[in-house]
């Protein structure tokens, strides 16, 4: 035993110069990181900040900025397909032709928001609402029947049709809350990184028409109804490139990831030629998901101080910017008449992109 201790004093000594030295090494680094931002501290500018912020303060203000924008947007989206043409006839059988997709129209929109400037190290809040609406149908006829339906249910459907019709409308709603600090990094550049969160409400329905009146007159008509209502986080980093003369260009990412539940309502009815209608399909389907969005933005701004001793400030910006939500198109499409419950389920994005053109006022 004795022994044994003896072998072990050389081992704690070791340890203990060891950890000595570690304690010191660790002292060290500390007063060198001290030191380090001593000198950061010496190097600030004359507001007191080492990054000082970037924001446009307005003399004697109270620190709020309104700002509004017209929206001039285009929506684009998967699975809104509602026919297809056939150029064979020869063989009925036989699926050759083109896709018939329903296209959004370009539509106005608009986004409000109220901002702000908090009294601590340059921070700020913006409180922002986004809406857009937008509608197309589109339509196809032939004869002798060519049509093949791409959203009607084999059950009790005709194999053509000489007309098919599609419409689709779309309710976008965004509301936006983040806190960030806009600050140099250089004389011609800011940055403004952010956090904050996001609400989202959508409707999309969209509806086909199918009519077949050759030796019977056959009408199917079907409803898909996609509702997603959720929120979650959102984070992103806003930046100015200046040019003198209070121009400047901006670019801006945000990326959000929202948690909620989407909805969807498909029914469909079929009229055959005797005047009798039965409802062929009707399905109700809701559950919980998470959505992944990316916003991106960028143009060129102005910037203006006006007013008695600079009591007010103005900005127009010009920009192109677009937002889209990933895994969006989730309608129920039942393919197989031999099993009615059988069904597949899109899987598409949705998008709206165009051209922004904002006014600011702070006060």
Same mark, same amino acid.
């Given at each position: 035993? +004795?022994?044994?201790?003896? *072998?072990?004093? !050389? @081992?704690?000594?070791?340890? /203990?110069?060891?950890?000595?030295?570690?304690?010191? %090494?660790?002292?060290?680094?500390?007063?060198?990181?001290?030191?380090?931002?001593?000198?950061?501290?010496?190097?600030?500018?004359?507001?007191?900040?080492?990054?000082?912020?970037?924001?446009?303060?307005?003399?004697?203000?109270?620190?709020?900025?309104?700002?509004?924008?017209?929206?001039?947007?285009?929506?684009?989206?998967?699975?809104?397909?509602?026919?297809?043409?056939?150029?064979?006839?020869?063989?009925?059988?036989?699926?050759?032709?083109?896709?018939?997709?329903?296209?959004?129209?370009?539509?106005?929109?608009?986004?409000?928001?109220?901002?702000?400037?908090?009294?601590?190290?340059?921070?700020?809040?913006?409180?922002?609402?986004?809406?857009?609406?937008?509608? +197309?149908?589109?339509?196809? *006829?032939?004869? !002798? @029947?060519?049509?093949?339906? /791409?959203?009607?249910?084999?059950?009790?459907?005709? %194999?053509?049709?000489?007309?098919?019709?599609?419409?689709?409308?779309?309710?976008?709603?965004?509301?936006?809350?983040?806190?960030?600090?806009?600050?140099?990094?250089?004389?011609?550049?800011?940055?403004?990184?952010?956090?904050?969160?996001?609400?989202?409400?959508?409707?999309?329905?969209?509806?086909?028409?199918?009519?077949?009146?050759?030796?019977?007159?056959?009408?199917?008509?079907?409803?898909?109804?996609?509702?997603?209502?959720?929120?979650?986080?959102?984070?992103?980093?806003?930046?100015?490139?200046?040019?003198?003369?209070?121009?400047?260009?901006?670019?801006?990412?945000?990326?959000?990831?929202?948690?909620?539940?989407?909805?969807?309502?498909?029914?469909?009815?079929?009229?055959?030629?005797?005047?009798?209608?039965?409802?062929?399909?009707?399905?109700?389907?809701?559950?919980?998901?998470?959505?992944?969005?990316?916003?991106?933005?960028?143009?060129?701004?102005?910037?203006?101080?006006?007013?008695?001793?600079?009591?007010?400030?103005?900005?127009?910006?010009?920009?192109?910017?677009?937002?889209?939500?990933?895994?969006?198109?989730?309608?129920?499409?039942?393919?197989?008449?031999?099993?009615?419950?059988?069904?597949?389920?899109?899987?598409?994005?949705?998008?709206?992109?165009?051209?922004?053109?904002?006014?600011?006022?702070?006060?």
């Amino acid at each position: 035993m +004795k022994n044994g201790l003896k *072998k072990l004093w !050389p @081992a704690l000594a070791a340890f /203990t110069t060891l950890a000595s030295v570690t304690c010191s %090494a660790d002292d060290m680094q500390m007063r060198n990181l001290e030191n380090r931002v001593c000198a950061l501290e010496q190097r600030r500018g004359a507001n007191g900040m080492i990054n000082p912020p970037a924001r446009p303060v307005v003399r004697d203000g109270i620190d709020l900025w309104a700002q509004v924008e017209a929206l001039y947007m285009h929506a684009t989206e998967d699975g809104l397909a509602y026919a297809i043409r056939n150029t064979n006839l020869d063989v009925p059988i036989t699926v050759d032709g083109n896709v018939k997709n329903v296209k959004y129209n370009w539509n106005w929109g608009f986004r409000a928001g109220l901002g702000y400037n908090l009294p601590h190290d340059g921070w700020d809040v913006l409180l922002n609402w986004t809406r857009f609406r937008s509608h +197309k149908k589109a339509s196809e *006829k032939h004869t !002798p @029947a060519n049509l093949l339906a /791409t959203q009607a249910s084999p059950a009790g459907a005709n %194999a053509f049709f000489n007309t098919a019709k599609g419409a689709s409308s779309l309710h976008f709603n965004l509301l936006d809350f983040e806190m960030g600090r806009e600050f140099f990094v250089s004389k011609w550049l800011t940055l403004r990184p952010f956090v904050g969160v996001r609400a989202s409400w959508l409707n999309r329905n969209f509806q086909t028409r199918y009519v077949f009146n050759e030796f019977a007159n056959i009408r199917i008509k079907g409803h898909d109804h996609n509702r997603f209502r959720g929120a979650g986080l959102r984070a992103g980093l806003d930046t100015q490139w200046g040019l003198g003369c209070g121009w400047s260009f901006f670019g801006d990412l945000a990326l959000s990831l929202i948690y909620g539940t989407q909805r969807l309502h498909s029914h469909q009815d079929t009229t055959f030629s005797n005047g009798s209608k039965f409802r062929t399909q009707h399905a109700h389907d809701h559950w919980l998901t998470a959505r992944g969005m990316l916003d991106l933005a960028a143009g060129i701004r102005w910037d203006h101080l006006l007013g008695n001793c600079d009591a007010y400030r103005i900005r127009i910006q010009l920009g192109w910017e677009q937002t889209s939500m990933f895994g969006f198109d989730k309608d129920l499409n039942f393919v197989n008449a031999d099993a009615p419950g059988k069904y597949t389920q899109n899987s598409g994005d949705l998008a709206i992109s165009g051209v922004s053109l904002q006014f600011r006022f702070d006060f």
